[in-house]
């Protein structure tokens, strides 16, 4: 059997157009119908592409020189953007960005959720899309004897050096991550090595309340000792007094996951409280938070607009987290059931509500798709439900419990376009019509795009 040729060779250079671009954010560019992607590009644009790996189906490319360039091209600000792969779209106009999310989404209902009836509102979009991320997890290596930070290089476990700062995210996280670094550096902890499993502080998370201002600084380490901890715990808490929690998490595996099974409180509280609105909310290590404040507002905003509410609703509200939307809703509903696979975020939802004097809110630790058929077994109507799942999207029970649960509504939000897709053809087979689709920018400068989409139940 001969072996089909490319129309491309590795190494090879060509000159060509792109028309399109992925959910990556790369370019895609096409040679007789064989397609390229290449990151750093633009629809619209021409240029010559080196192609740096070859599939039978498909090459990627590295821009080598534009020949024709969009006038949406701007200069990435960040120094190390094309090494680190965190951002895709800092080379476009804020604007542009704003438009493909917009047609990604289109796109994705179209191609996969063969769903043409529906408009998608324009992006909503942040005033100033940068410093925006209230989380930073950032790895720690070490370099000459000292602990050096920095994002992994694109498709790698190389820190990438010299990197001081990330411009999406927030200043205070930015200095906490170099405080700790430096700080931890002179009392000579050692960085984890993943190669040989040995050394000990593998992450620095940190994340600060917006509205609070509070810091919670999460050490991620190999070993269930700290040492040098009551050092390191004197010199951050003297000099940054923002900070309220300081917490280990011991991760003794080998896995790319960053934190590990078991956290500890080294000083401080377990939480920090942000605000959203008028609600308070207990965040600890563990829990889900979203990770950009302003555009949280937006989408919870806009949550509450679909969900319709009148004050006489149950509203289930599945893949809860914290109960953030549980509890943005109950002020509105008669009663808000909330489910979460984390145990310590359902304690966070709990206490949340308490907190608030919020008591018309129910909060159940497990695995949505099996808690929801449970739910129905025990005579549960729900008026509305919230679907918030991760990239993956629903399970597939979890769809079905819902159109046996037969809500009048459904407010999906989505951080997957196409999971978002493919569960919307089958909400809309099962008598659901997608009546509102709303992009909101909750990643500027990535690729990711959030969606929120209202559901309206086609016959009683
Ligand atoms: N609605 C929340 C959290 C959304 S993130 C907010 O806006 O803050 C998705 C959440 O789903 C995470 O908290 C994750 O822990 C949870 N999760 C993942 N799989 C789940 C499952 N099978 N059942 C219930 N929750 C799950």
């Given at each position: 059997m001969s072996k089909t040729a490319t129309p491309i060779k590795k190494n090879e250079l060509v000159t060509i157009q792109f028309e399109d671009m992925t959910h990556e954010g790369n370019g895609v560019g096409k040679i007789n119908g064989y397609p390229i992607f290449v990151p750093n590009v633009i629809p619209g644009e021409i240029a010559k592409v080196k192609a740096i790996k070859v599939k039978k189906n498909f090459a990627i490319g590295k821009l080598i020189e534009l020949e024709h360039v969009s006038p949406e091209r701007v200069d990435p600000p960040c120094d190390v953007y094309l090494q680190c792969g965190g951002c895709q779209l800092q080379h476009m106009s804020y604007q542009l960005q704003l438009e493909m999310k917009q047609k990604q989404v289109e796109n994705a209902l179209k191609k996969i959720g063969h769903i043409q009836h529906v408009k998608v509102e324009p992006t909503i979009g942040m005033?100033?899309?940068?410093?925006?991320?209230n989380k930073v997890q950032i790895p720690v290596g070490e370099k000459a004897g000292e602990l050096i930070t920095g994002f992994y290089r694109q498709k790698s476990h190389d820190i990438i050096e010299g990197m001081d700062r990330c411009i999406i995210t927030s200043e205070v996280n930015d200095r906490m991550v170099e405080a700790v670094r430096a700080i931890a550096s002179k009392l000579g902890i050692s960085a984890y090595d993943e190669q040989t499993h040995r050394g000990i502080l593998r992450h620095i998370m940190v994340r600060t309340g917006e509205n609070t201002g509070q810091t919670m600084i999460v050490l991620v380490t190999r070993t269930n000792e700290l040492p040098h901890k009551k050092k390191l715990i004197e010199q951050l808490t003297q000099n940054f007094p923002s900070i309220t929690s300081i917490m280990q998490s011991v991760n003794q595996e080998r896995?790319?996951?960053?934190?590990?099974?078991r956290t500890k409180c080294l000083w401080g509280k377990e939480y920090i409280y942000d605000t959203i609105g008028e609600i308070k909310f207990a965040i600890s290590a563990k829990s889900f938070y979203q990770v950009n404040p302003t555009q949280t507002k937006a989408l919870y905003d806009k949550t509450l607009a679909f969900a319709n509410l009148t004050g006489g609703e149950t509203v289930i509200d599945a893949y809860c987290g914290i109960g953030t939307i549980s509890l943005f809703l109950a002020e509105r509903a008669k009663k808000v059931y909330g489910v979460e696979i984390v145990p310590e975020a359902i304690e966070d939802a709990k206490q949340n509500a308490k907190l608030n004097g919020i008591r018309n809110t129910e909060f159940v630790v497990g695995q949505a798709e099996k808690v929801m058929p449970w739910w129905t077994a025990q005579g549960l109507k729900p008026d509305v439900i919230v679907v918030d799942p991760p990239r993956k999207g629903c399970d597939e029970a979890l769809l079905q419990a819902m159109l046996q649960m037969k809500p009048d509504r459904i407010v999906y939000v989505s951080c997957n376009p196409s999971t978002l897709a493919r569960d919307l053809q089958i909400l809309e087979d099962g008598g659901y019509q997608t009546q509102k689709v709303q992009p909101v920018d909750m990643f500027p400068q990535t690729a990711h795009v959030e969606t929120l989409v209202k559901l309206q139940r086609r016959y009683p």
């Open positions: 005033e100033d899309p940068w410093r925006y991320r896995t790319n996951v960053i934190l590990g099974r």
